[in-house]
Nanobody
Framework: QVQLVESGGGSVQAVGSLRLSCARS????????MGWFRQAPGKEREGVAI???????AYADSVKGRFTVSQDNAKSTIYLQMNSLKLEDTAMYYC?????????????????????WGQGTQVTVSS
């Protein structure tokens, strides 16, 4: 059984930083694509960043230069370092896992094809 467990969310003031973690278990494929997605109240879910098993990454334009996705394969964990946080970064953040091809798809931001999702961790940015 695949499990993705996010942690690290919280409340932070604008221009502050947070680091999210997503620990996966039960995902036995050596090739994968893992991603961070977020959904704010009243808005659609959007992709934030992805990372493949070989370390390739991609980001949404809105977070480029501020967010960094990374992974620790020994811990089966991916991270999202979020710096220079803005009010509009407030959302529930979800971790997702899917086949490696998702990381090479131009439509990754939709979240389609990611078969496994975590429960989410809330990030609230205040002024």
């Amino acid at each position: 059984q695949v499990q993705l467990v996010e942690s690290g969310g919280g409340s932070v003031q604008a221009v502050g930083s947070l680091r999210l973690s997503c620990a996966r278990s039960g995902y036995t494929y050596s090739r994968y694509c893992m991603g961070w997605f977020r959904q704010a109240p009243g808005k659609e879910r959007e992709g934030v960043a992805i990372i493949s098993n070989n370390g390739g990454t991609a980001y949404a334009d809105s977070v480029k230069g501020r967010f960094t996705v990374s992974q620790d394969n020994a811990k089966s964990t991916i991270y999202l370092q979020m710096n220079s946080l803005k009010l509009e970064d407030t959302a529930m953040y979800y971790c997702a896992a899917g086949p490696s091809l998702r990381c090479y798809s131009g439509s990754w931001r939709s979240g389609a094809g990611f078969g496994y999702w975590g429960q989410g961790t809330q990030v609230t940015v205040s002024s």
